[in-house]
């Protein structure tokens, strides 16, 4: 127990240590408690933060700061008016267009499953594959009452897509324009003495800009080639299954393997076992390999250096705690608890001044 204390004591007399821990503790409560609320202000600094890297680049080119970021807010605009009014209409109708399809669908697969216990008897029963049938009509009942209610709730959603896209874009540019006078209110309120915060903050800031600038990057790139891969193969749903798998690379080591299978199920029920569905499951997988082994690390080269178990587990932690924006955030966080326990005070052995006095005595 002595131990434990002594090492508690000598930990938390260092006074940096307790600023740091106090100021994680301020954002962590402030999420818990206010996060959802303040999602549009979120997503707007995480947008700011990502532009200022380019905003950055400008200005090493001798462009006023000012002009640096009018230029990089009518880009951030046209990009965003790109998604919200030709990317998510086209989103929605395939969407819709899959869900259309979707009973025939589970109709066909059905009737395939019902196929196999007379054709591989010593390996699948009848009763095994009512069972499975059982399942599959449970789960569509469930995904059509989540259907409805989503369909119920579509007038708050239009809403939200509506405030998003009014108050996002006002905040982006505020945060970009203003941004030394935001950093400077933030330094009057906190200590003067950041050494061991500014150490962590440095090394955190760093890794995480070229993370999500990668990461994009690679999302992007993905999209665009699975799309047009999809398009020439002529598969149905080409824009949903290549946004799908453009999103999917968030996800290390899960995301890829995840949608091989929408990707194949599509391609059997457009084509049954044909030659298109082999090249189109053939083409997917050249992707996947094209990125896990050569663009995710020519874009992350030597940006995370952490093992793949502690990247799974920070996924399914911070994924667990706030859904898609902590996953896409896992790794960062993952750097940010690395780089703390990097910045942690060390001690040389343990003080055992307690038992030698009890000893002396």
Avoid: C
């Avoid at 821990?21 to 979120?42: H, K, W």
């Avoid at 979707?102 to 009512?130: C, D, G, K």
Wanted: charged share 10%; net charge neutral; proline share 5%.
């Amino acid at each position: 127990m002595n131990i434990i204390v002594n090492w508690f004591k000598r930990t938390f007399s260092e006074p940096q240590l307790v600023i740091l821990l106090i100021i994680l503790s301020v954002i962590v409560a402030t999420f818990v408690a206010v996060g959802q609320y303040l999602t549009p202000v979120i997503v707007s600094l995480v947008l700011a933060y990502l532009l200022e890297g380019v905003v950055h680049s400008l200005e090493r080119r001798r462009v006023p700061r000012l002009l640096a970021v009018y230029i990089v807010f009518i880009l951030f605009l046209l990009a965003f008016a790109y998604l919200l009014f030709v990317l998510l209409p086209q989103l929605t109708k395939q969407i819709a267009m899959f869900l259309q399809d979707l009973p025939a669908m589970i109709t066909s697969w059905q009737s395939e499953l019902q196929r196999l216990p007379e054709r591989y008897p010593q390996f699948v029963t009848q009763n095994q594959i009512n069972h499975i049938t059982e399942t599959i009509a449970n789960q569509m009942a469930r995904l059509g009452q989540e259907i409805l209610s989503i369909s119920l709730a579509s007038v708050k959603g239009f809403i939200n897509v509506l405030i998003y896209s009014i108050l996002v874009p006002v905040m982006v540019f505020f945060f970009l324009k203003d941004k030394d006078k935001i950093v400077h209110f933030f330094r009057l309120i906190l200590p003067q003495d950041l050494g061991m915060t500014h150490e962590v903050w440095k090394e955190v800031n760093h890794k995480t800009a070229k993370f999500i600038q990668g990461k994009l990057w690679e999302i992007v790139i993905v999209w665009i080639g699975s799309y047009i891969a999809f398009f020439f193969l002529d598969l149905r749903f080409a824009v949903l299954l290549s946004f799908l798998v453009g999103i999917s690379v968030i996800i290390p080591y899960v995301g890829a393997t995840i949608m091989t299978i929408p990707v194949a199920l599509v391609a059997y029920f457009q084509w049954g076992l044909d030659p298109h569905f082999a090249y189109t499951v053939l083409i997917y997988l050249i992707i996947q390999f094209i990125d896990g082994n050569l663009l995710a690390p020519l874009l992350m080269a030597g940006i995370v250096n952490l093992h793949p178990v502690a990247v799974i587990i920070g996924i399914l932690v911070f994924g667990g705690l706030w859904g898609f924006w902590g996953v896409f955030f896992a790794i960062p966080l993952a750097t940010l608890i690395h780089a703390i326990i990097k910045a942690w005070p060390r001690h040389s052995g343990w003080d055992s001044s307690p038992v030698s006095h009890q000893t002396d005595s």
